[in-house]
């Protein structure tokens, strides 16, 4: 993918976190947060998108696992370990 196509997705990612913040205040995207990126950083490189857009995956689909036992908690687990790999291709991290 392309780093305007990741940033575009991360956008789209954003706004389902944010749709969860609203219905539910307390859910939790802290992992996501202590990135300290979001979309609209488009200085951030296209590795740090990526590794955000997993990150909030895992964190979107522990939210939904409450709901649905069974594939959000295999995509949680999946998004966990996409995240895992990309993260060894940054720089840094917080």
Known sequence: MHKEELIRLHK??????????????EN???EYYALKIDPSQVHKSKMEHKHAIFI???EIAEIMKDNEHSAPTRIAARMRELAQRTEKDI???P
């Open 12 to 25: 789209i990612m954003a706004e389902i976190k944010d749709s969860f913040e609203e219905e539910t205040p």
């Open 28 to 30: 939790d995207f802290s």
């Open 56 to 58: 909030l995956g895992q």
């Open 91 to 93: 720089d840094y991290l």
